[in-house]
């Protein structure tokens, strides 16, 4: 088979003919049809992620037919249409993901290639109203948004939520998950256009973190938040106690502006806020979301599809953060 293989940071990622990945019981081989792009990607393909190793092959979403089985898998697999949860060995606590916890594209090959192997229990029918590249861009970051928002969250109809850092995949799915619960919802950005188009999806409003008075003017639109959702911290999230109602979460995943700052710890036991750390989700979160997509007929936002052979293009374009929705490969 032929594959996008990463054998350095410093190097280019290359489409080369590779061995197609041997089964081992348990497992299925998929025909890949689409395959989704994701910031992890791009931190791998820097040299700045936990656990590097080299050569690799990345993708961590991915959707397609499956064209073989291994030993033990049941035949009605074979030839079917689906979506691969890229989150392996949760672990026995819906809390926490386990030590054996791993993702999809590193450090197993991902998605980024022709076929990709992958263990049964972790494929789940294609949803039937999206194509191909819509059903390749919910996985990972899908996952992630579902279980800030709901299982941390706690948001539901009503709500006044907070979509901090709108425009990557995390912060789009966040956006139409809330607005198809029927939460009231705002976003920050540093973009004016990107802001816009979180209006076009169903945001009331919205302001540009670089200003001063971002907070300030967030809280005199709003009135204040029940959930906020950030994937940055950095400076920014000392103000987020300041805009919270009473009893609010602000659950965040990720800390590309840097550090904690230091907060106001009084606001928070005052207004009895909860501050919540969560990464990607359970497989009972991965079964809610697509419950939810189904129920709500919900498309994923894409910015742009590139081919499959094109994953380095399509890389590079998400390290220049231009992007609004999500970076999708076609085979």
Not at 4 to 19: C, F, G, Q, R, S
Not at 143 to 153: H, I, P, S, V, W
Not at 296 to 307: A, G, K, R, T
């Amino acid at each position: 088979m032929k594959a996008n293989v990463l054998e350095a940071p410093d190097k280019p990622i290359v489409w080369k003919e590779v061995e197609t990945p041997p089964l081992a019981a348990g497992e299925v081989l998929i025909k890949i049809k689409a395959a989704g792009l994701n910031r992890r990607d791009y931190w791998i393909s820097i040299g700045k992620y936990a656990g590097l190793k080299y050569p690799i092959i990345l993708g961590s979403d991915g959707a397609g037919i499956v064209a073989e089985i291994g030993e033990g898998v049941d035949a009605k697999w074979l030839d079917k249409e689906v979506v691969i949860n890229p989150g392996n060995n949760w672990g026995d606590n819906d809390n926490f993901q386990g030590k054996d916890f791993k993702i999809l594209g590193l450090p197993d090959d991902g998605t980024f290639a022709e076929y990709v192997k992958t263990r049964v229990e972790y494929l789940y029918d294609k949803p039937v109203y999206l194509t191909w590249e819509q059903t390749a861009a919910f996985p990972l970051a899908g996952l992630t948004a579902y279980r800030a928002l709901f299982t941390k969250g706690k948001a539901k109809k009503g709500d006044t939520v907070l979509i901090s850092g709108v425009g990557g995949g995390t912060g789009a799915f966040a956006l139409q998950w809330a607005v198809a619960a029927g939460c009231r919802v705002f976003v920050t950005s540093g973009s004016g256009e990107k802001i816009e188009q979180a209006r076009q999806h169903g945001a009331l409003a919205g302001v540009n973190y670089k200003a001063q008075d971002w907070a300030e003017e967030l809280h005199h639109l709003a009135g204040g938040f029940d959930v906020i959702i950030d994937s940055a911290l950095g400076a920014g999230f000392a103000k987020f106690p300041d805009i919270c109602n009473p009893g609010a979460r602000i659950v965040f995943f990720g800390g590309t502006a840097g550090d904690m700052p230091a907060i106001n710890g009084r606001k928070i036991f005052w207004k009895q806020l909860q501050i919540l750390g969560t990464t990607m989700g359970t497989t009972q979160d991965f079964k809610a979301m697509l419950k939810f997509m189904t129920e709500h007929q919900i498309v994923p936002i894409i910015d742009e599809v590139y081919l499959l052979a094109e994953a380095g293009k399509a890389i590079e374009k998400m390290g220049t953060s231009s992007h609004f929705g999500n970076i999708v490969l076609k085979a």
